[in-house]
């Protein structure tokens, strides 16, 4: 909800602080185990979080069993007392000194990036790619990647890692936000003003298939969705996709442009990390047309670098969801203008963190996503 105004009573201090807590620690490779930590104290532009709900990601499953992409102080991060988990939302129930930008009391979702703030790339915004990436001195922080996450009862998060959620959202809707906030990302490094042109979004896992629903949202039209699953494809129809396709029955650039009357569209955002999905997505966009990775193969790929430069097409890589872009997504959400809700959610306990990533790595497939409901609602 929003900063309380001079006529909502003050929230006191009605969240209780335990000395410890439970969280999961990270020990070897795929070694979870649920320990009592001491509570984390949040410093100046900090404030601790009461973790209510996460969503289990692909991301979290990979650095569990093979420690990358996180990294801590230089290293792969087992065995370090580290707590993994990045997709939260909780309450603030302790600011930090100075803090007067939250409340305690107030809804919050989490974005994974505090950026150092002093480095060139901080400055321009784009604190995803932060040039102290993991210098933690520096006041570098990415929530379960660098610095401890939400798998857990409580976490600290910087102010800027913080957007407030409305109070009919529910707890798993707004674990969401940060996943569509990395498909509004990747959107805005594209140039942002999609309104009236054609966006394709590759691969409906749940960045696609956020990116579906802000682009449309965003005034995409029309707005195509190819993949291999139909029932991810259905759910992207019902997020907001004019037009889906299976790739396993259509060839993709015949369809995309079979729907565009052979002009092709301006922009696409490759989802799907297909070794030939960047020379099919050049082959999608028209001349001069944008094209967003946002994710990638496992291994190197060829590339028609010929076809991309005389055809005068951009590539952009990113990572993560700078440029306040998580805000915007919350925005969006907020206002009903897609509902993250039909990505099925199925629910677990905090105690039972090793089973929701079991479950989640047998659906990766499906389109629900694995929510840990941490507190009860
Ligand atoms: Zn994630
Ligand atoms: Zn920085």
């Known amino acids: 909800m929003a900063t309380p105004r001079a006529d909502t009573p003050r929230r006191g201090n009605e969240y209780p602080i335990p000395e410890t807590i439970r969280a999961w620690v990270l020990g070897g490779p795929a070694e979870l185990s649920l320990v009592e930590k001491p509570v984390p104290q949040p410093v100046s532009a900090e404030v601790l979080v009461r973790v209510?709900?996460?969503?289990v990601c692909a991301t979290d499953i990979e650095i569990i069993r093979h420690?990358?992409?996180?990294?801590?102080?230089?290293?792969?991060?087992?065995?370090?007392?580290?707590?993994?988990?990045?997709e939260y939302m909780g309450t603030i129930v302790k600011l930090g000194p100075t803090v007067d930008e939250f409340q305690v009391g107030d809804r919050v979702t989490v974005e994974?990036?505090?950026g150092c703030g002093r480095c060139q790339r901080c400055r321009e915004g784009m604190y995803t790619s932060c040039l102290n990436y993991g210098y933690r001195a520096k006041g570098h922080r990415a929530n379960g990647f660098s610095t401890d996450g939400g798998f857990?009862?409580?976490?600290?998060?910087?102010?800027?890692?913080?957007a407030h959620i409305p109070d009919d959202m529910s707890d798993a809707e707004a674990t969401l936000i940060v996943t569509a906030g990395t498909a509004m990302y990747g959107l805005d490094v594209?140039?942002?003003?999609?309104?009236?042109?054609?966006?394709?979004?590759?691969g409906p896992g749940p960045i696609g298939l956020m990116g579906v629903g802000v682009a449309k949202a965003l005034g995409g039209q029309p707005v195509i969705l190819t993949g291999t699953r139909d029932r991810r494809l259905e759910m992207g129809k019902r997020l907001g996709a004019d037009e889906t396709v299976n790739v396993s029955r259509e060839d993709p650039v015949d369809a995309v442009h079979r729907l565009t009357g052979g002009k092709g569209v301006q922009y696409v955002l490759e989802c799907s990390g297909a070794p030939n999905a960047l020379n099919e997505a050049a082959r999608m966009v028209n001349?001069?047309?944008?094209?967003?990775?946002?994710?990638?193969?496992?291994?190197?790929v060829p590339v028609d670098l010929a076809?991309?430069?005389?055809?005068?097409i951009y590539v952009f890589g990113i990572r993560g969801e700078g440029k306040s872009a998580t805000h915007r997504a919350a925005a969006l959400l907020a206002q009903k203008r897609f509902d993250?809700?039909?990505?099925?959610?199925h629910t677990f306990p905090l105690a039972d963190v090793p089973t929701a990533i079991r479950y989640a790595r047998e659906r990766i497939e499906d389109a629900i996503k694995v929510v840990v409901q941490i507190r009860e609602t």
């Open 52 to 55: 209510d709900a996460i969503a």
């Open 67 to 86: 420690g990358v992409p996180a990294m801590i102080d230089g290293g792969l991060p087992f065995n370090r007392g580290f707590t993994p988990g990045h």
């Open 112 to 114: 994974v990036h505090a």
């Open 152 to 162: 857990a009862e409580y976490a600290v998060n910087n102010i800027n890692t913080l």
């Open 190 to 202: 594209m140039g942002g003003v999609i309104a009236g042109e054609g966006v394709v979004v590759i």
């Open 287 to 300: 001349r001069g047309g944008r094209i967003c990775l946002a994710a990638f193969p496992a291994e190197p």
């Open 307 to 312: 076809y991309l430069v005389r055809n005068n």
């Open 340 to 345: 993250a809700k039909l990505i099925h959610t």
